[in-house]
């Protein structure tokens, strides 16, 4: 038996350990992090991710190397004439036939658009492009300025540039009315008939800009709406001159335009009034004043209920029909504004399903701090609208930049239908022209769409950074 009497030993009490410094953070599991959680996240994370994985490895094995192949490996890259694209003249598998490409591009860009006064179409392209790009990027100053230059100066300097100016203003209004000065007093009646013809024009659109600042100001908005529209008097006054100035350079004809120029001149055109438009239906398909909110239904429902072709088809060949007199209007100009109104439609219901996402604390907020319905709608409903729709909104863009190539139908040349013109030409007819044509086609409408959409995708990220967690 132990002895209850012995001594015990002491114990020692442990000493405390403190450490002075902190651990180095440990990477997580390989398993969790990187491109292996990616994968495992969306490419293996279930069987029907993982047939959809083998489906999509298959369909890109089936597809990328005939097109490289196509496209680059086989391809011909110099020539003349057809005799460069034919396999049995060069002993080998003819892919792309790109001096066909290199041969027609001025066709491809300009159209028949006279040689000698294409630099023109260039400083329209260059002069562009300086003006779009500072807008896009958002650290750059001077944003309402460069708006105003694209948005107000650029369209009356490509519209001189390209038709030559000098629009003869007396078909404005008086082609309307039956009115021809030119047979009152000859060079005399020209003149006099162009300062009545200017002064009603700019009273007529100064009327119209009035009535729609009206109605956007709201009925306590009157002296809003009066300094607006003296704004659009002074600008619409210096329009209609500056489109009328002899400026001397040749005049030419919009039948000569074609390829690319049409292409972006029906798309800028479509989507620069698009928008404006569209909001401004939509807006007065909200309206409590039943003829405005009615009129702006009939218009939306209507447009919508008509294909495009029927729209583009009507303003070519029946439109002529019902002008009065000698009044006439060129025909790429009927294209413009048929696609124009068509594409305002869409944009009003979608810009209208961003006003219907608004919750009703945002009316009462802003009508809380004793906003008019004016400045509430344009500072604090517009602004969120806009930016919920924003997919909706370049959508519709894109969808818009891709049925321009329907005005070939009533026998206006875009890119497309430059580019099928070009096929006719017998000197460059081989096997794989076709291909070519509509595979370099495909090429620039992608990257025009593609650029507009992930453009959206980054105004999308950055606009939604006060809803992320």
């Known amino acids: 038996m132990t002895d209850i009497s012995a001594p015990r030993p002491s114990i020692t009490p442990a000493t405390p350990f403190v450490s002075t410094a902190f651990h180095e953070p440990q990477p997580a599991p390989v398993s969790t992090r990187g491109p292996i959680l990616w994968a495992r996240q969306h490419l293996f994370g279930s069987v029907p991710q993982v047939l959809l994985t083998l489906f999509g490895i298959w369909l890109v094995y089936v597809t990328v190397p005939p097109l490289i192949k196509f496209f680059l490996i086989d391809a011909v890259w110099t020539g003349t004439n057809r005799d460069a694209c034919l396999a049995e003249k060069l002993g080998r ?46 650290s750059l100053p001077y944003k309402r300025l460069n708006a105003i230059a694209f948005f107000g100066v650029y369209p009356v300097v490509a519209f001189v540039l390209l038709t030559g100016g000098n629009l003869d203003l007396q078909r404005f209004v008086l082609g309307w009315l039956g009115v ?85 001149v029906i798309a800028v055109t479509g989507i620069t009034v698009s928008l404006p438009f569209g909001i401004l239906l939509a807006l007065g398909r909200r309206s409590k004043l039943p003829l405005v909110k009615w009129l702006c239904i009939i218009f939306i429902e209507f447009w919508r209920g008509v294909p495009l072709i029927t729209v583009l088809f009507f303003a070519t060949y029946m439109l002529p029909l019902f002008l009065p007199g000698r009044f006439t209007i060129d025909g790429l100009l009927r294209a413009l504004v048929g696609v124009a109104l068509f594409a305002s439609a869409y944009m009003a219901e979608v810009v209208r399903g961003g006003l219907q996402a608004i919750p009703k604390g945002q009316y009462e907020g802003a009508m809380a701090v004793g906003l008019r319905s004016g400045l509430m709608m344009r500072l604090v409903v517009l602004p969120q609208a806009l930016k919920l729709v924003i997919p909706g909104i370049v959508n519709n863009f894109i969808g818009l930049f891709k049925d321009t190539t329907l005005v070939l139908i009533v026998s206006i040349f875009d890119l497309l239908g430059s580019m099928r013109a070009a096929f006719t030409d017998p000197n460059w007819a081989s096997p794989t022209t076709l291909f070519t044509g509509f595979g370099f086609a495909g090429i620039i409408y992608f990257v025009f769409c593609f650029g507009m959409s992930r453009y959206s995708m980054a105004l999308e990220k950055r606009l939604d950074r006060a809803q992320r967690h």
């Open 180 to 264: 021809d000065f030119s047979t009152i007093g000859g060079a005399q009646g020209l003149r006099i008939g162009f300062w009545v013809d200017y002064v009603l024009s700019t009273v007529l659109l100064t009327a119209i800009a009035y009535g729609i600042s009206r109605f956007l100001a709201g009925p306590e908005g009157g002296r809003s709406a009066a300094q607006t529209t003296l704004s659009v008097l002074g600008v619409l006054a210096m329009v209609l001159l500056a489109v009328d100035i002899d400026t001397g350079l040749p005049q030419v004809e919009t039948r000569l335009w074609g390829g690319l120029l049409v292409t972006l």
């Open 93 to 138: 598998p003819v892919g792309a036939c790109w001096p066909f490409i290199w041969a027609k591009l001025d066709q491809l860009i300009y159209g028949f658009y006279p040689a000698s006064e294409r630099w023109r179409v260039n400083v329209v392209y260059w002069l562009g492009a300086l003006l779009l790009l500072p807008l896009l990027i958002q």
